[in-house]
């Protein structure tokens, strides 16, 4: 594996950092975490962004169950920032999950900037682009308080990228104390209909 991390000087921005190991075949393990360098509390979130080519699918999938005992409760939550809008053309709802899918329009890539997010309560967020759908698996905490209205998965388009993202529990932190955050990815080896069959069903939850 390899490590890689920023050593601030005491006192200034978060210092952070990154362990990568594999653990199998197409399937690595990514450890983040989050220092602490000021003189004083903070309050932090480990934030792990993937970038990804253009012309790719970006899924984020919600719970089709019930919550609950009896489906009493609200179940899905979708987040939009304040420059999303409804009728993005990359932005699709189905059933079972969230989709961002790259647009381009007459002039070339649509160059403006969309970002959903909603809890992983499924434990993954996946992309799909030519062959490959990588899965990022990453744990959603109901005991704990995310930023971002709850959105511990998002994905953000814009132009030639698009952004994977899974994002940790708030933590408060004293001087020197880290925020940890965890994801393991897969590489599935599939055409665009096994990529739809494998979001689209249970076989990737957890």
């Known amino acids: 594996g390899v490590r890689l991390d920023t050593r601030p000087a005491p006192g200034s921005e978060p210092s952070r950092e990154i362990e990568i ?15 602490n360098r000021a003189e004083r509390p903070q309050r932090l979130a480990a934030w792990a962004i993937t970038m990804m080519k253009p012309l790719g699918r970006a899924f984020l999938p919600v719970l089709t169950d019930d919550f609950d005992e009896g489906g009493f409760q609200g179940q899905r939550n979708i ?8 009728e993005d053309p990359r932005y699709f709802v189905h059933d079972g999950a969230l989709e961002v899918r790259s647009a381009v329009m007459a002039d070339g890539l649509l160059d403006a900037p969309f970002k959903i997010g909603t809890s992983m309560r499924r434990g993954w967020a996946a992309h799909y682009r ?8 990453a744990a959603h905490d109901e005991a704990r308080v995310y930023a971002d209205m709850g959105a511990s ?16 529990p708030l933590t408060d932190l004293d001087p020197g104390d880290v925020a940890e ?26």
């Open 130 to 137: 030519e062959g490959l759908l990588l899965v990022k698996y």
């Open 153 to 168: 998965g998002q994905v953000y388009s814009h132009g030639d990228f698009t952004e994977l993202e899974s994002l940790g």
């Open 79 to 86: 987040v939009l920032w304040s420059y999303s809008r409804n």
């Open 21 to 35: 190991c594999v653990i199998g075949p197409e399937r690595f393990r990514f450890d983040y975490r989050v220092v």
């Open 181 to 206: 955050h965890h994801e393991d990815w897969a590489i599935h080896l599939v055409d665009e209909a096994g990529a739809e069959r494998l979001v689209f069903s249970d076989e990737l939850d957890r």
